[in-house]
């Protein structure tokens, strides 16, 4: 319930009360003892600070996540958070790290059987290694190594990662 009011509260430009709701949630099931729910809150709260552009306490928030849900054998919820720690390394241009994180996310997905989230992250490594790219190319002589992945498709990318 407090998930859907704070995103309502975000949605219409009030994002300091959708901060607030989500600390409350947080706060009261940290005091039940409620591992996942703590978990839900910290996650939601760290996808907020990604969108006010403060990537450091919205990757803390979801790391925190993270350890929750591992803690709670939650592997979804893990799973979730460590996408969304991959898209916060990304907007905070540590792309090797987002990478590695994406790739993480990708294969509890797979182990997971949820095809849809995993389908989901793929383009979220293209769009990494396109900003990488783009990043050396820039500032750099020698291009990534991941290069030739950039021609492939979504599929044709999952092939060459994890191939063998």
Same mark, same amino acid.
Do not use: K
């Given at each position: 319930m407090?998930a859907?009011l $704070?995103e309502?509260?975000?949605?219409n430009? &009030?994002? =300091?009360?959708a901060? /607030?709701?989500?600390?409350r @949630? /947080?706060g009261i =099931?940290r005091?039940?003892g409620?591992r996942? @729910?703590e978990?839900?809150?910290?996650?939601?709260?760290g996808?907020?600070?990604l969108?006010?552009?403060d990537? &450091?306490t919205?990757m803390? *928030?979801l790391?925190?996540?993270r350890?929750?849900?591992?803690? @709670?054998?939650? /592997?979804?919820?893990?799973?979730?958070a460590?996408?969304?720690?991959g898209?916060?390394?990304?907007l905070? $241009?540590?792309y090797?790290?987002a990478?590695t994180i994406l790739?993480? $996310?990708?294969?509890?997905?797979?182990?997971?059987?949820? +095809?849809?989230r995993?389908?989901?992250?793929l !383009?979220r490594?293209?769009?990494v290694?396109l $900003?990488?790219? +783009?990043a050396?190319a820039?500032?750099?002589?020698?291009?990534? =190594? +991941?290069?030739?992945? *950039?021609?492939? @498709? !979504?599929?044709e990318?999952? +092939? &060459?990662l994890?191939s063998?």
């Amino acid at each position: 319930m407090t998930a859907v009011l $704070a995103e309502s509260l975000d949605l219409n430009g &009030v994002r =300091a009360s959708a901060i /607030a709701v989500h600390e409350r @949630a /947080a706060g009261i =099931a940290r005091l039940l003892g409620d591992r996942v @729910a703590e978990s839900d809150a910290l996650f939601n709260l760290g996808e907020t600070y990604l969108r006010t552009d403060d990537y &450091v306490t919205g990757m803390d *928030l979801l790391d925190r996540a993270r350890i929750g849900y591992r803690t @709670a054998s939650e /592997a979804l919820g893990e799973a979730n958070a460590l996408c969304y720690l991959g898209l916060g390394r990304y907007l905070s $241009a540590d792309y090797p790290a987002a990478i590695t994180i994406l790739e993480q $996310a990708i294969e509890m997905y797979r182990e997971l059987g949820d +095809r849809r989230r995993r389908d989901g992250a793929l !383009p979220r490594i293209r769009d990494v290694i396109l $900003a990488s790219t +783009r990043a050396a190319a820039i500032t750099g002589p020698n291009p990534p =190594a +991941r290069v030739p992945e *950039l021609i492939f @498709a !979504p599929a044709e990318v999952e +092939r &060459v990662l994890y191939s063998g």
